[in-house]
């Protein structure tokens, strides 16, 4: 993972220097953190795939790299976890990502891209968590998240 570390750390250095030219933000809504599970789900080729423990390796070190600069008080630029919460389902007998409820624990939720690796931002999901959905989650909005 140490070279997924410094390819981004390159990466949130070019992204610094573009802010500095007004050609773009300090944010990089990226990774995309769900486990792939199903070929047929359109943002597979996003993620690193179906590994759990890979997975929460490659993202740790994602955001570390494009978020740790000289001084660890600052950010150096803002990485966002995308659709961190069960959103990998496509089409699966009838349900779609739209109207499916993922069923997590809460120690699940905790144990994420947010407290381990401290991303700066996240973004919801279409689908619900636990029948509430994920954008107007009180708990995940803001117990977890902040």
């Not at 390159?10 to 199903?38: H, K, M, Q, Y």
């Not at 993202?59 to 995308?82: F, N, P």
């Not at 659709?83 to 990502?97: F, K, P, V």
């Not at 919801?124 to 902040?146: H, K, V």
Request: proline share 3%; glycine share 6%; hydrophobic share 35%.
């Amino acid at each position: 993972m140490r070279l997924v570390y410094h390819i981004t750390s390159v990466i949130s250095t070019e992204t610094r220097a573009f802010n500095n030219e007004n050609r773009a933000g300090l944010n990089l809504f990226t990774p995309t953190v769900n486990i792939f599970r199903d070929p047929r789900w359109g943002r597979g080729q996003e993620t690193p795939g179906e590994a759990p423990f890979l997975t929460s390796e490659y993202v740790y070190a994602l955001v570390q790299g494009l978020q740790r600069g000289e001084d660890e008080h600052y950010l150096k630029i803002t990485a966002d976890c995308k659709a961190y919460n069960a959103y990998d389902l496509e089409n699966w007998i009838g349900t779609d990502r739209f109207h499916f409820d993922a069923k997590i624990s809460d120690q699940d939720l905790v144990e994420t891209c947010i407290h381990d690796a401290h991303v700066a931002s996240i973004m919801c999901s279409y689908n619900t968590i636990n029948g509430i959905p994920s954008c107007a989650n009180q708990f995940e909005i803001e117990m977890l998240a902040r």
